[in-house]
């Protein structure tokens, strides 16, 4: 039988339940993510299952991560579904702070990350978004006081962001990526594909193909350009608006110019109607 997890609503009652943990010697692995959890979410669940002795998921929508124009408001929120999925997994904590938990009246601290954070990626489309992601992450750390964090890697320059963090300010935890969880036509799952209609679900794949097409043809040997261009082509003619399809070193993110500068990672954002889907692959 499938037991609820504590939910934890307050910073006071988070914390008397993480010390509780601790003085059992229990090791923490936390997932951080913002609800309307699917199959990925649940992935990451497990992997964070098989690190510690614990595990806990934070659901929190962040406002500080999404610009004013952003789907904020619209943001899938799911919370019955949510626990019932963590109890299935038998998870033991869930930490749900409100608006007011995290940012209180007067809040006047943000982490401004830079590396991985200024690429010219999600950066340059969404100049908010790593700051806002950096200060609550950096904020659920020092909150549960994790021996690890779980982040999928389908935001792949927020998994680089999060690690560069944790690194640089000694934050003490393990940064853990976990692979992309995809539907049976390779579309990456993300809470974002509620909003795609049902035409639009069918030229989502896109992305994967397009992406597996361009590594191929870079492992084969073409110039990275051409394939590049080639998989930017498909992605144009289903019907994208493409904000990026680059091929970037998978560490640094910096440029590359040849399949010996790798490893190689392809990254992705695309718009489909109102819809805005990211995703990435290794070459
Ligand atoms: O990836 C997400 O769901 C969010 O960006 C995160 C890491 C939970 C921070 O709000």
Redesign the pocket.
Known sequence: MSRSPLIARTVPTLRRAIDNLRKRKATIALV???GALHDGHVSLVRLAKRRASRVVV?I?V?PT?FAPTEDFGAYPRTWKSDIAKLAAEDVDMVWHPGVEAMYPEGFATRIAPEGPALAGLEDRFRPHFFGG?AT??GKLFTQCRPDFAI??EK?FQ?LRV?TQMARDLDLGVKIIGSRTVRERDGLAMSSRNVYLSPEERQIAPTLYRAMKESARRIKAGDAIASAMAGGAGLIAAAGFTLDYFEVRHAETLGPVTSRKDGPLRILVAARLGSTRLIDNIAV
Do not use: L
């Open positions: 951080p993510t913002m934070s929190f962040n991560q992601v609550v992450v982040f999928g935001d927020q999060v």
